[in-house]
């Protein structure tokens, strides 16, 4: 290794010759193993379709009643997967989770998923050693046959859809089901896994028309389902979205303040640890810490994913890729024999730390010793006062080990990870 010495002291002379760094001193047989060995990665499947537009998502989805040509997607798709593959030589690569998400994926048929899953079974070498296959679900698209269909495909965890168990707010929010036919689903669902499952069931904060009461109604109606899996997000009033024309440039319906729907998640928070929720993110918790996104978790800690579909996107090696939003542009390039990715970014040493920050805190905790062997220097060198601040206030602890959030931290959100990322970013400047 080369001495760093201050240039005062250095009197100019010829040197060795130095042919690399760090010297070969420093090279051993375990980092050799390490590198020969393929690194795993996820595979994300993006379904655009649904069968409903409601009032407060932002996804860019297609209403089956538009008629969309979800054969030929799916035979798009198919074929994208064949390419990209082999494109990216990425068959050979141990399959840590596979995440099918949308838009609503429960509305294929069930050819449909016997062909998407055959496709990545022939492309992927190690397809079958994943650990977690998840599929997104809404509750009117679920039905026995298809759920037995997805146990008997190996499907491990299903995503559900509900966001309120109370009628009058799931109308308000342009859904096409009830009360009824959410626990319907789930019941399907749950007898169709038959313990090879997982469900999770996704809930939203600050609805239109949540009041104290109905919010408390909905906690407790998803508790009771015993669902190994509650999801809270914190609804976001986008600008493409009918919730805010309604409830912010036009302000014809009422949206619950930030404050309230701070309360609604301490309420929830505080509801789910006396019923043993125990939460992995901020905003998951899971029935005794049973369950877990294998596929989340890890692309957050950085592992590579490869996102086959329209508007898709991955994450592999050094950089970020991205397929083309456009639906029908989508499947004429795929039928013209050409990946359809649109976009990509290449990530900076500066990206690499900030984004490691950023997503980890999503998971409650950082590996502090992990961030020094990955990055040779402590995190603290890098933010050392806001984390003395951030803990001063009772958003974090820190220890020796890792910092982790404190109650009031899940509370805030990513509040804790913008902080730390915005430090880092201005300490590089
Ligand atoms: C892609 S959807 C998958 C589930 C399925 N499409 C359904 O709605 O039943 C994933 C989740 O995104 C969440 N979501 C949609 N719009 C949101 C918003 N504006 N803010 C926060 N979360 C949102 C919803 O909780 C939804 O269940
Ligand atoms: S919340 Fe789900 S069903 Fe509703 S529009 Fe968004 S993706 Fe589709």
Redesign the pocket.
């Known amino acids: 290794m080369v001495a760093i010495v201050e240039r005062s002291q250095l009197e100019p002379k010829r040197l060795p010759l130095i042919t690399n760094y760090p010297s070969f001193r420093k090279w051993n047989k375990a980092a050799l193993d390490e590198k020969l060995q393929d690194d795993p990665m996820c595979i994300y499947v993006h379904i655009p379709f649904?069968?409903?537009?409601?009032s407060?998502?932002?996804?860019k989805?297609v209403?089956l009643k538009e008629r969309p040509e979800v054969d030929g997607y799916v035979d798009s798709l198919c074929k994208e997967i064949e390419m990209g593959v082999d494109r990216f030589d990425i068959g050979n690569r141990p399959i840590h989770a596979v995440y099918f998400g949308?838009?609503?994926p429960s509305l294929l048929k069930e050819h449909h998923f016997v062909k998407i899953i055959e496709t990545l079974r022939n492309k992927f070498k190690h397809f079958e050693s994943r650990n977690q296959l998840s599929v997104?679900a809404?509750p009117l698209t679920v039905s026995k046959s298809k759920m037995e269909t997805l146990a008997k495909l190996g499907v491990t965890r299903l995503s559900m859809?509900v966001?309120s168990f109370n009628d009058k707010i799931i109308k308000l929010s342009?859904?096409g089901h009830d009360e009824k036919q959410a626990y319907r689903a789930i019941d399907i669902a749950q007898k169709a896994g038959n313990g090879q499952w997982t469900i999770n069931i996704d809930l939203l904060s600050g609805l239109a028309g949540e009041t104290p009461e109905t919010w408390a109604e909905s906690l407790e109606c998803a508790l009771n389902t015993g669902v190994e899996s509650i999801t809270v997000y914190k609804m976001e009033a986008f600008a493409n979205t009918e919730v805010y024309k309604l409830g912010v440039r036009e302000e014809t319906i009422e949206l619950p303040d930030d404050e309230q729907e701070i309360e609604f998640m301490r309420y929830a928070m505080e509801r789910f640890e006396r019923a043993n929720y125990i939460p992995w993110s901020f905003f998951t918790y899971t029935k005794n810490g049973s369950d877990e996104s294998k596929y989340i978790s890890s692309i957050w800690r950085g592992m590579d994913f490869y996102g086959f579909g329209v508007s898709a996107f991955g994450s592999l090696g050094d950089g970020l890729l991205q397929n083309t939003s456009d639906l029908e542009k989508y499947n004429e390039i795929v039928n013209q024999g050409e990946l359809p990715l649109a976009r990509g970014y290449r990530f900076n040493g500066l990206d690499l730390i900030v984004r490691e920050v950023l997503m980890g805190m999503k998971l409650l905790t950082l590996d502090l010793k992990g961030f020094k062997k990955r990055h040779g220097f402590k995190l603290q060198t890098l933010c050392g006062s806001t984390l003395k601040e951030l803990a001063d206030e009772g958003f974090i602890t820190i220890s020796e080990q890792e910092v982790a959030l404190t109650s009031k931290g899940i509370l805030f959100g990513d509040f804790v990870g913008q902080t730390l990322a915005n430090a880092i970013e201005k300490a590089y400047r």
């Open positions: 649904c069968t409903q537009r409601c407060f998502c932002y996804y989805t209403d949308g838009g609503t997104e809404e859809g966001q342009g859904r």
